[in-house]
Protein backbone atom coordinates (compact mmCIF):
# COMPACT_ATOMS: atom_id res chain seq x y z
CA UNK A 1 0.00 0.00 0.00
CA UNK A 2 1.14 3.72 -0.37
CA UNK A 3 1.63 6.04 2.79
CA UNK A 4 3.11 9.06 3.96
CA UNK A 5 6.01 8.80 6.06
CA UNK A 6 9.05 10.77 6.96
CA UNK A 7 12.24 9.72 8.24
CA UNK A 8 13.40 12.81 10.21
CA UNK A 9 11.21 15.77 12.10
CA UNK A 10 11.29 18.94 9.92
CA UNK A 11 9.10 21.00 7.61
CA UNK A 12 6.07 19.92 5.50
CA UNK A 13 9.25 18.53 2.70
CA UNK A 14 10.02 15.72 5.63
CA UNK A 15 6.88 13.94 3.96
CA UNK A 16 7.37 11.66 1.18
CA UNK A 17 5.58 8.49 -0.37
CA UNK A 18 6.40 5.41 0.54
CA UNK A 19 5.11 1.47 -0.58
CA UNK A 20 4.77 -0.70 2.31
CA UNK A 21 3.35 -4.05 3.48
CA UNK A 22 -0.34 -4.24 3.76
CA UNK A 23 -1.18 -4.90 7.70
CA UNK A 24 -3.18 -7.59 8.86
CA UNK A 25 -5.80 -7.39 11.52
CA UNK A 26 -5.25 -8.75 15.02
CA UNK A 27 -8.06 -9.36 17.74
CA UNK A 28 -10.42 -6.60 17.96
CA UNK A 29 -9.28 -4.62 15.11
CA UNK A 30 -10.39 -3.86 11.31
CA UNK A 31 -8.59 -3.38 8.76
CA UNK A 32 -10.04 -0.32 6.30
CA UNK A 33 -9.45 0.80 2.90
CA UNK A 34 -9.04 4.22 3.15
CA UNK A 35 -10.72 6.50 1.05
CA UNK A 36 -9.82 10.48 3.08
CA UNK A 37 -8.13 11.27 6.05
CA UNK A 38 -8.13 14.04 8.20
CA UNK A 39 -5.36 16.57 8.79
CA UNK A 40 -5.12 17.50 12.32
CA UNK A 41 -2.48 20.22 14.09
CA UNK A 42 -1.40 17.00 16.62
CA UNK A 43 0.12 15.65 12.63
CA UNK A 44 2.07 18.96 12.84
CA UNK A 45 3.23 18.73 15.91
CA UNK A 46 4.25 14.99 15.45
CA UNK A 47 5.76 15.58 11.57
CA UNK A 48 7.98 18.56 13.88
CA UNK A 49 9.55 15.90 16.34
CA UNK A 50 7.37 17.83 19.46
CA UNK A 51 4.67 14.90 19.55
CA UNK A 52 5.85 11.31 19.72
CA UNK A 53 2.93 8.63 19.29
CA UNK A 54 2.67 7.40 22.58
CA UNK A 55 3.99 3.50 23.23
CA UNK A 56 2.12 1.04 20.90
CA UNK A 57 0.59 3.12 18.55
CA UNK A 58 1.22 3.57 15.14
CA UNK A 59 3.98 6.02 14.26
CA UNK A 60 2.87 7.28 10.90
CA UNK A 61 0.56 10.14 10.58
CA UNK A 62 -3.21 10.21 10.49
CA UNK A 63 -5.48 10.36 13.44
CA UNK A 64 -8.64 9.62 11.52
CA UNK A 65 -10.35 8.01 8.52
CA UNK A 66 -13.25 6.90 6.57
CA UNK A 67 -12.94 4.24 4.36
CA UNK A 68 -14.28 0.87 3.97
CA UNK A 69 -14.08 -2.30 6.05
CA UNK A 70 -12.32 -5.12 3.81
CA UNK A 71 -10.84 -7.48 6.98
CA UNK A 72 -11.79 -8.04 10.60
CA UNK A 73 -9.68 -9.63 13.22
CA UNK A 74 -10.97 -12.10 15.65
CA UNK A 75 -13.74 -10.84 17.79
CA UNK A 76 -13.02 -9.33 20.85
CA UNK A 77 -14.94 -9.30 23.64
CA UNK A 78 -17.51 -6.83 24.32
CA UNK A 79 -17.28 -5.23 20.96
CA UNK A 80 -19.18 -5.72 18.11
CA UNK A 81 -17.12 -5.75 14.50
CA UNK A 82 -18.26 -3.92 11.71
CA UNK A 83 -19.60 -5.91 8.79
CA UNK A 84 -16.90 -6.47 5.82
CA UNK A 85 -18.03 -3.74 3.06
CA UNK A 86 -19.14 -1.28 5.69
CA UNK A 87 -18.58 2.31 5.55
CA UNK A 88 -17.36 3.93 9.00
CA UNK A 89 -15.23 6.69 9.62
CA UNK A 90 -12.67 6.12 12.49
CA UNK A 91 -10.47 7.75 15.11
CA UNK A 92 -7.22 5.40 13.95
CA UNK A 93 -4.24 5.03 16.64
CA UNK A 94 -2.26 6.71 13.95
CA UNK A 95 -1.47 5.46 10.02
CA UNK A 96 -4.44 6.98 8.69
CA UNK A 97 -2.19 9.23 5.72
CA UNK A 98 -2.03 5.73 3.68
CA UNK A 99 -4.36 3.63 1.37
CA UNK A 100 -5.02 0.86 4.44
CA UNK A 101 -5.09 1.98 8.32
CA UNK A 102 -5.89 -0.93 11.43
CA UNK A 103 -8.18 0.30 13.39
CA UNK A 104 -9.81 -1.05 16.92
CA UNK A 105 -13.39 -2.05 16.15
CA UNK A 106 -15.35 0.19 18.88
CA UNK A 107 -12.83 3.35 17.17
CA UNK A 108 -15.57 3.07 14.41
CA UNK A 109 -18.84 4.39 13.48
CA UNK A 110 -21.09 4.24 10.85
CA UNK A 111 -21.04 7.43 7.71
CA UNK A 112 -24.12 9.89 8.69
CA UNK A 113 -26.66 9.93 6.52
CA UNK A 114 -25.70 11.45 2.85
CA UNK A 115 -22.04 11.90 3.40
CA UNK A 116 -19.27 11.44 1.49
CA UNK A 117 -16.11 9.47 2.24
CA UNK A 118 -14.39 13.63 2.67
CA UNK A 119 -16.84 14.31 5.23
CA UNK A 120 -17.10 11.79 7.50
CA UNK A 121 -13.29 11.57 7.78
CA UNK A 122 -13.69 15.20 9.31
CA UNK A 123 -15.55 13.81 12.08
CA UNK A 124 -13.41 11.36 14.16
CA UNK A 125 -10.44 13.41 15.72
CA UNK A 126 -12.23 17.12 16.64
CA UNK A 127 -15.59 14.82 17.72
CA UNK A 128 -13.85 12.63 20.15
CA UNK A 129 -12.45 15.87 21.96
CA UNK A 130 -14.59 18.12 22.20
CA UNK A 131 -17.29 15.23 22.93
CA UNK A 132 -14.93 13.89 26.18
CA UNK A 133 -13.72 17.32 27.27
CA UNK A 134 -16.91 19.47 27.08
CA UNK A 135 -19.56 16.86 27.43
CA UNK A 136 -18.34 13.81 29.26
CA UNK A 137 -19.25 12.61 31.93
CA UNK A 138 -22.57 14.36 32.07
CA UNK A 139 -23.79 16.72 28.99
CA UNK A 140 -23.87 20.57 30.72
CA UNK A 141 -27.10 21.44 31.55
CA UNK A 142 -28.81 24.06 28.80
CA UNK A 143 -28.29 27.44 28.98
CA UNK A 144 -24.47 26.82 29.91
CA UNK A 145 -21.99 29.29 28.54
CA UNK A 146 -18.78 28.09 27.22
CA UNK A 147 -16.07 29.88 25.67
CA UNK A 148 -14.25 28.29 22.89
CA UNK A 149 -10.80 29.73 21.85
CA UNK A 150 -9.74 29.13 18.53
CA UNK A 151 -13.03 29.03 17.42
CA UNK A 152 -12.72 28.64 13.58
CA UNK A 153 -10.41 25.59 14.07
CA UNK A 154 -11.15 22.14 13.51
CA UNK A 155 -12.01 21.78 17.15
CA UNK A 156 -13.71 25.07 17.79
CA UNK A 157 -15.90 24.87 14.54
CA UNK A 158 -17.18 21.43 16.39
CA UNK A 159 -16.84 22.58 19.77
CA UNK A 160 -19.10 25.94 18.80
CA UNK A 161 -22.18 23.57 16.62
CA UNK A 162 -22.46 21.03 19.48
CA UNK A 163 -22.46 23.79 22.27
CA UNK A 164 -25.15 25.09 20.62
CA UNK A 165 -27.24 22.32 19.19
CA UNK A 166 -26.88 20.86 23.12
CA UNK A 167 -29.05 24.09 24.39
CA UNK A 168 -25.45 25.93 25.53
CA UNK A 169 -24.33 29.72 24.81
CA UNK A 170 -21.39 29.71 22.71
CA UNK A 171 -18.78 32.60 23.01
CA UNK A 172 -15.53 32.16 21.08
CA UNK A 173 -12.16 33.82 20.19
CA UNK A 174 -10.59 33.80 16.60
CA UNK A 175 -7.83 36.36 14.81
CA UNK A 176 -9.26 37.75 11.78
CA UNK A 177 -12.38 39.36 11.72
CA UNK A 178 -13.53 36.76 8.93
CA UNK A 179 -13.07 34.04 11.22
CA UNK A 180 -14.74 36.06 14.21
CA UNK A 181 -18.05 36.29 11.35
CA UNK A 182 -17.99 32.34 10.57
CA UNK A 183 -18.10 31.72 14.58
CA UNK A 184 -21.24 33.83 14.44
CA UNK A 185 -22.79 31.96 11.55
CA UNK A 186 -21.79 28.60 13.47
CA UNK A 187 -23.24 30.18 16.41
CA UNK A 188 -21.34 32.01 18.75
CA UNK A 189 -21.02 35.39 19.94
CA UNK A 190 -17.26 36.17 18.81
CA UNK A 191 -13.99 38.08 19.69
CA UNK A 192 -11.42 39.02 17.76
CA UNK A 193 -8.76 38.27 19.92
CA UNK A 194 -5.82 40.17 18.34
CA UNK A 195 -8.12 43.67 18.66
CA UNK A 196 -9.85 43.01 21.43
CA UNK A 197 -8.95 41.58 25.28
CA UNK A 198 -10.80 38.30 25.72
CA UNK A 199 -11.25 38.79 29.49
CA UNK A 200 -12.82 42.66 29.41
CA UNK A 201 -15.61 41.41 26.22
CA UNK A 202 -16.29 38.10 27.97
CA UNK A 203 -17.14 40.21 30.93
CA UNK A 204 -19.17 42.90 28.70
CA UNK A 205 -21.03 40.02 26.90
CA UNK A 206 -22.14 37.59 29.83
CA UNK A 207 -22.84 41.18 32.39
CA UNK A 208 -19.85 40.04 34.98
CA UNK A 209 -21.37 36.88 35.25
CA UNK A 210 -18.64 35.27 33.57
CA UNK A 211 -18.96 31.61 31.51
CA UNK A 212 -19.47 28.43 32.88
CA UNK A 213 -16.71 26.24 30.77
CA UNK A 214 -14.01 27.17 28.59
CA UNK A 215 -11.86 24.97 25.73
CA UNK A 216 -8.70 26.10 25.50
CA UNK A 217 -5.59 25.36 23.24
CA UNK A 218 -3.12 28.45 24.66
CA UNK A 219 -2.47 27.27 28.11
CA UNK A 220 0.38 29.03 30.04
CA UNK A 221 -0.23 32.55 27.93
CA UNK A 222 -4.08 32.41 28.63
CA UNK A 223 -4.10 31.18 31.90
CA UNK A 224 -5.04 33.77 34.48
CA UNK A 225 -7.03 35.74 32.09
CA UNK A 226 -9.23 32.16 31.07
CA UNK A 227 -9.56 31.77 35.17
CA UNK A 228 -10.82 35.73 35.35
CA UNK A 229 -13.15 34.37 32.92
CA UNK A 230 -14.78 31.65 34.91
CA UNK A 231 -18.22 31.68 37.00
CA UNK A 232 -18.52 30.38 40.51
CA UNK A 233 -17.93 26.54 40.04
CA UNK A 234 -16.76 27.08 36.42
CA UNK A 235 -14.44 24.51 34.56
CA UNK A 236 -11.08 25.66 32.45
CA UNK A 237 -10.48 22.58 30.04
CA UNK A 238 -7.33 22.78 28.69
CA UNK A 239 -6.24 20.66 25.61
CA UNK A 240 -3.33 22.33 23.95
CA UNK A 241 -0.58 24.49 24.89
CA UNK A 242 0.02 26.64 21.97
CA UNK A 243 0.95 29.84 24.39
CA UNK A 244 3.29 27.61 26.32
CA UNK A 245 3.19 25.48 28.94
CA UNK A 246 4.28 27.81 32.08
CA UNK A 247 1.71 29.69 33.56
CA UNK A 248 3.54 32.49 35.11
CA UNK A 249 2.56 33.83 38.49
CA UNK A 250 -0.82 31.91 38.13
CA UNK A 251 -3.58 33.49 40.49
CA UNK A 252 -4.24 30.12 42.45
CA UNK A 253 -6.70 32.42 45.22
CA UNK A 254 -9.36 32.49 42.26
CA UNK A 255 -9.40 28.43 41.48
CA UNK A 256 -10.26 28.30 45.68
CA UNK A 257 -12.84 31.19 46.00
CA UNK A 258 -14.38 30.70 42.77
CA UNK A 259 -14.23 27.09 43.50
CA UNK A 260 -12.83 26.45 39.64
CA UNK A 261 -12.33 23.23 38.35
CA UNK A 262 -8.67 23.31 35.72
CA UNK A 263 -7.99 20.08 33.80
CA UNK A 264 -7.50 19.14 30.51
CA UNK A 265 -6.89 15.56 28.18
CA UNK A 266 -5.00 14.56 25.53
CA UNK A 267 -7.37 12.25 23.21
CA UNK A 268 -4.43 9.80 21.70
CA UNK A 269 -2.89 8.23 24.49
CA UNK A 270 -6.50 7.37 25.72
CA UNK A 271 -6.82 3.64 25.40
CA UNK A 272 -8.80 1.63 23.59
CA UNK A 273 -11.64 1.19 25.77
CA UNK A 274 -11.88 4.73 26.53
CA UNK A 275 -12.37 5.89 23.18
CA UNK A 276 -14.93 2.96 22.51
CA UNK A 277 -16.78 4.50 25.23
CA UNK A 278 -16.78 8.21 23.60
CA UNK A 279 -17.67 6.74 20.39
CA UNK A 280 -21.03 5.07 21.85
CA UNK A 281 -21.80 8.10 23.40
CA UNK A 282 -21.02 9.97 19.96
CA UNK A 283 -23.64 7.64 18.45
CA UNK A 284 -26.01 8.20 21.00
CA UNK A 285 -25.70 11.98 20.57
CA UNK A 286 -24.44 13.01 18.13
CA UNK A 287 -25.00 10.71 14.82
CA UNK A 288 -28.46 11.86 15.03
CA UNK A 289 -28.01 15.59 14.66
CA UNK A 290 -25.41 14.39 12.18
CA UNK A 291 -28.36 12.74 10.14
CA UNK A 292 -30.23 15.27 10.64
CA UNK A 293 -27.94 18.13 9.18
CA UNK A 294 -28.25 20.19 12.38
CA UNK A 295 -24.80 19.99 12.48
CA UNK A 296 -22.14 19.38 9.84
CA UNK A 297 -18.28 19.16 9.29
CA UNK A 298 -16.37 22.29 8.08
CA UNK A 299 -14.27 21.31 5.00
CA UNK A 300 -11.87 24.41 4.14
CA UNK A 301 -9.91 22.09 1.44
CA UNK A 302 -8.92 18.72 0.26
CA UNK A 303 -6.31 17.76 -1.33
CA UNK A 304 -4.86 13.99 -3.11
CA UNK A 305 -2.78 11.98 0.05
CA UNK A 306 0.53 12.60 -2.35
CA UNK A 307 0.00 16.41 -1.34
CA UNK A 308 -0.03 15.96 2.38
CA UNK A 309 3.07 18.42 2.28
CA UNK A 310 0.60 21.35 0.69
CA UNK A 311 -1.91 20.05 3.06
CA UNK A 312 0.73 20.14 6.32
CA UNK A 313 1.60 23.98 4.89
CA UNK A 314 -1.77 24.92 4.52
CA UNK A 315 -2.56 24.34 8.06
CA UNK A 316 0.48 25.85 8.83
CA UNK A 317 -0.09 29.26 7.17
CA UNK A 318 -2.88 29.34 9.47
CA UNK A 319 -5.38 31.33 7.37
CA UNK A 320 -7.97 28.13 7.53
CA UNK A 321 -11.58 27.59 8.88
CA UNK A 322 -12.44 24.08 9.35
CA UNK A 323 -10.84 20.51 8.23
CA UNK A 324 -8.26 20.08 5.61
CA UNK A 325 -8.79 16.78 4.81
CA UNK A 326 -6.65 14.13 2.58
CA UNK A 327 -8.63 12.34 -0.73
CA UNK A 328 -7.27 9.25 -0.76
CA UNK A 329 -9.25 7.23 -3.30
CA UNK A 330 -12.65 7.98 -4.94
CA UNK A 331 -15.68 7.10 -3.04
N1 LIG B 1 -5.88 17.43 23.61
C1 LIG B 1 -6.34 16.77 22.57
O1 LIG B 1 -6.75 15.62 22.70
C2 LIG B 1 -6.38 17.43 21.22
C3 LIG B 1 -6.90 16.74 20.12
C4 LIG B 1 -6.94 17.39 18.88
C5 LIG B 1 -6.46 18.69 18.76
N2 LIG B 1 -5.94 19.30 19.87
C6 LIG B 1 -5.44 20.68 19.78
O2 LIG B 1 -6.51 21.52 19.47
C7 LIG B 1 -6.04 22.64 18.71
C8 LIG B 1 -6.88 22.77 17.45
O3 LIG B 1 -6.59 21.69 16.61
P1 LIG B 1 -7.02 21.71 15.08
O4 LIG B 1 -6.53 20.48 14.45
O5 LIG B 1 -8.46 22.05 15.04
O6 LIG B 1 -6.07 22.92 14.58
P2 LIG B 1 -6.23 24.19 13.66
O7 LIG B 1 -7.46 24.05 12.80
O8 LIG B 1 -4.94 24.40 12.97
O9 LIG B 1 -6.46 25.38 14.68
C9 LIG B 1 -5.50 26.08 15.40
C10 LIG B 1 -6.25 27.22 16.07
O10 LIG B 1 -5.49 27.84 17.11
C11 LIG B 1 -6.00 29.15 17.21
N3 LIG B 1 -5.12 30.01 18.01
C12 LIG B 1 -3.77 30.09 17.98
N4 LIG B 1 -3.36 31.02 18.87
C13 LIG B 1 -4.48 31.52 19.47
C14 LIG B 1 -4.73 32.51 20.46
N5 LIG B 1 -3.71 33.17 21.05
N6 LIG B 1 -6.01 32.76 20.84
C15 LIG B 1 -7.04 32.09 20.28
N7 LIG B 1 -6.86 31.15 19.32
C16 LIG B 1 -5.61 30.87 18.92
C17 LIG B 1 -6.07 29.59 15.77
O11 LIG B 1 -6.92 30.71 15.69
P3 LIG B 1 -6.80 31.87 14.52
O12 LIG B 1 -6.61 31.14 13.21
O13 LIG B 1 -8.10 32.57 14.61
O14 LIG B 1 -5.62 32.72 14.88
C18 LIG B 1 -6.66 28.35 15.11
O15 LIG B 1 -8.08 28.44 15.12
C19 LIG B 1 -4.56 22.39 18.41
O16 LIG B 1 -3.80 23.17 19.31
C20 LIG B 1 -4.41 20.91 18.67
O17 LIG B 1 -3.11 20.57 19.06
C21 LIG B 1 -5.89 18.71 21.08
Known sequence: M??????????????????????????GEVLVRVMAAGVNRPDIMQRKGLY???????????????GEVVACGLPQEGTTM??????????????????YCLVPAGQC????????????AAL???YFTVWSNLFMPAIPPAGTRVLVHGGTSGIGTTAIQLVHALGGEAYATAGTAEKCALCETLGARAINYRDEDFLT????????????IILDLVGGAYFNRNLKCLAMDGRLVIIALQGGAKAEQADLARIMTRRLTVTGSSLRPRDSA????????????VWPLLD???IAPLIHAVFPLEDAATAHQTMEDGEHSGKIILQVSPD
Open 124 to 126: PET
Open 82 to 99: PAIGSRVCALTNGGGYAQ
Open 201 to 212: RIREMTHDKGVN
Open 2 to 27: RAITFADPGEPDVLRVETLTLPQPGR
Open 52 to 66: PPPPGACPRLGLEIA
Open 274 to 285: SKARIAQELHTH
Open 292 to 294: AGT
Open 109 to 120: LPWPTGYTAVQA
